[in-house]
């Protein structure tokens, strides 16, 4: 899977947009881009993913540019409940299960 | 959504002791589930990947002889830290996979098991 890179930390304030980036150079034509966040001491959740096109569910959105070589997830309108270490993922998806490869991530500090 | 419990939430052993951890799948099957390690403030880290009716697939660096898995239904899988030491200490997560939902929730995290040697 690519290797990706990320900022290890950013603050936000609450109620403003918390834009995390994510570098994905090597990203193949195949590749997925997955984004998921870890608050402290529990298992990682699952946030959005996408191939090319920008993506938005009830949680965020996904910019992914028209290279693919980066993309940007985007909490709307953060909260406190959203401090957490967000990690981006590069990976195939398969018929068959394929594993995930955890960089550092970016550690999100969301302040009042 | 899915959901992937995990038993113990928390232990503390002994060293020299083995400690079992179960990763359940509630509402769907699993063919295969994977187990991870996290330290203290590091990312997690892939051990092994456990494949129902099969044996486990460990990562580089990971001595099967001591972290025992079996997967020997489609909801459980269990991890043994046999002999465990302090360097054991750690943050053990298991995460299903989920094979009905091809590209989309793949995989779903559980909670996680803080195992502390003493």
């Known amino acids: 899977d690519a290797k990706t890179t990320q900022p290890p930390s950013m603050d936000c304030a609450e109620g403003r947009a918390a834009n995390l980036p994510c570098n994905h150079s090597?990203?193949?034509?195949?590749?997925?881009v997955y984004w998921y966040r870890q608050i402290h001491s529990q298992g990682p959740q699952y946030i959005i993913h996408?191939?090319?096109n920008n993506e938005t569910n009830e949680m965020a959105s996904l910019i992914i540019t028209e290279d693919r070589k980066s993309s940007t997830l985007i909490l709307p309108h953060a909260t406190l409940r959203d401090t957490a270490v967000y990690y981006c993922?590069?990976?195939?998806?398969?018929?068959?299960?394929?594993?995930?490869?955890f960089g550092t991530g970016t550690r999100l500090q969301v302040t009042l | 959504g899915a959901v992937v419990s995990q038993h113990p939430s928390r232990v503390i052993c002994k060293s020299g002791t083995s400690v079992k951890i179960e990763c359940r799948s509630l509402?769907?099957?699993?063919?295969?589930m994977f187990w991870y390690r996290q330290f203290p403030k590091q990312s997690l880290m892939l051990m092994a990947t456990?494949?129902?009716?099969?044996?486990?697939?460990?990562e580089q660096g990971v001595e099967k002889d001591k972290f025992l898995i079996n997967h020997a239904s489609l909801t459980l899988s269990t991890l043994t830290v046999t002999s465990a030491h302090p360097e054991d200490s750690s943050f053990y997560i298991c995460?299903?996979?989920?094979?009905?939902?091809?590209?989309?929730?793949?995989?779903?995290f559980g909670p996680g098991t803080r195992l502390t040697v003493t």
């Open positions: 456990s494949n129902e009716g099969s044996k486990a697939t460990y």
């Open positions: 995460s299903a996979h989920r094979p009905d939902r091809g590209g989309t929730y793949e995989q779903y």
């Open positions: 090597t990203i193949s034509g195949n590749e997925y």
């Open positions: 509402d769907f099957q699993a063919t295969t």
């Open positions: 993922i590069v990976r195939v998806v398969a018929g068959t299960a394929s594993k995930l490869t």
């Open positions: 996408g191939l090319k």
